[in-house]
């Protein structure tokens, strides 16, 4: 191992401890994310609801979270029957800060309430579709720094009122006052006095059952149950559900999804999540310096001139400048008569027409190109003697046909 390198280590290491020395005595910062996923122990999960809820039903709690509720309800329908209705019988009960509800999923659960059943929805923000088939309205009032008061309209439970520190009421603004029963109010306290009184929990029938809508879903969270008595709140919220099964719905609590990743739970913890990241800098730094002194420079190697070519071009035209066109012609012709016997293999001791055939079959040239050069080069050998430059230039052209 190289001094550089044992350098950059250390170096490494040293930041580590740094930042681990530096961390150790720091608070954890608290989560206040809304949630409302039964996994989370911060403020605003469900994770204590969670072990509580066999103990404040006391029946059978079957959580749904791996299906939606159209595909988990529509398992349970029963066609095969004369009378077709659901193989299950209860409560379908959902928490979470907005609307997690797909529109089929909606309908499927008025289907499910239409037979009998009933459903809970604690939700700030509901599916559109159920207000408009249930004609009512919900609204929010930002009513300043004050806590908010709960409380039910029993008139055994009206006493009790239960203060909540968030800011925001979302209540119902328009009910069917003919059809639905008003079941928990909220306000703000003022000098004793509650003021801004607003429906926050109501009984609306539909069909055989019953929907139950409550716009305070914080009252169920890890917080609010674990502050002072505000736990009582929640189980008589939910102590107006008739008696059966419950079917929880956790799936997609604000999008929730659960990671597939190996590493989900090196990045769940503070710590290993840290130590994780500095091994992966760590190791792009070694490779990043690495790599720079391992790798050399390529020399560009240039192609080696062809001397043989350059040799041809300066004899050729040695002989021209002398004007010994007979010579260069006979050069010429030698220089391709070699070519021919070494790359084609034919015989050039007799330039007939079987040469010709031959040559014209191997090369793939034009017939009548070969044919020429053949009487070219016959006459020339038969000692005719004409314009001997002009025997230069159309010889040449023809050898040039030939062999390009």
């Known amino acids: ?53 066999n103990g404040i039903f006391k029946t059978k709690v079957e959580r749904i979270s791996t299906m939606t509720p159209y595909e988990y309800l529509d398992s349970k329908y029963d066609e095969d029957t004369l ?10 009960i959902n928490i979470s800060e907005s609307n997690a509800i797909d529109e089929q999923s909606i309908k499927e659960i008025f289907y499910f309430v239409s037979h009998g059943n009933n459903a809970f929805l604690s939700m700030k923000t509901f599916p559109r579709y159920l207000l408009d088939s249930l004609k009512i309205e919900v609204n929010s009032d930002f009513q300043g720094a004050s806590d908010t008061q709960v409380w039910l309209a029993n008139k055994k439970m009206k006493a009790r009122k239960y203060s909540f520190p968030e800011t925001i009421e979302d209540y119902f603004s328009k009910i069917d006052t003919a059809n639905t029963i008003v079941l928990g109010y909220q306000g703000k306290l003022s000098n004793k006095k509650i003021i801004n009184q607003h429906v926050n929990y109501i009984k609306v029938p539909y069909r055989q059952g019953y929907f139950y809508l409550h716009t305070q879903p914080v009252a169920f969270t890890n917080f609010h149950l674990l502050k002072d008595k505000n736990y009582q709140y929640a189980e008589s919220v939910l102590s107006y559900l008739p008696k059966g099964d419950i079917f929880w719905y956790t799936k997609g609590q604000n999008n929730e999804s659960i990671s597939e990743s190996p590493l989900r739970y090196i990045f769940s913890q503070s710590g290993l999540k840290w130590a994780w990241l500095f091994f992966l800098i760590g190791m792009l730094i070694f490779i990043i310096f690495n790599a720079k002194r391992k790798q050399r420079i390529v020399p560009i190697l240039k192609p080696l001139p062809n001397l043989t070519v350059d040799f041809t071009k300066t004899i050729g035209n040695l002989y021209y400048q002398e004007g010994d066109h007979q010579n260069l012609i006979d050069k010429k012709i030698i220089y391709f008569l070699e070519k021919i016997r070494n790359e084609y293999l034919i015989d050039t001791t007799k330039l007939d027409d079987n040469f010709i055939q031959k040559l014209h079959h191997k090369t793939g040239k034009n017939v009548t190109n070969i044919q020429e050069l053949v009487y070219l080069i016959n006459e020339h050998r038969k000692s005719y003697h004409g314009s001997l430059e002009e025997d230069l230039i159309r010889i040449n052209n023809a050898i040039e046909k030939i062999l390009n």
């Open 1 to 53: 191992m190289s001094k550089t390198l044992k350098i950059y280590i250390a170096v490494l290491v040293f930041i580590l401890a740094l930042v681990l020395i530096a961390d150790h005595d720091q608070p954890k910062p608290i989560d206040w994310r809304p949630t409302y996923s039964v996994n989370d122990k911060i403020p605003y999960g469900l994770y204590v609801f969670d072990k509580e809820i």
């Open 83 to 92: 009378v077709e209705n659901y193989k299950i019988k209860g409560t379908f």
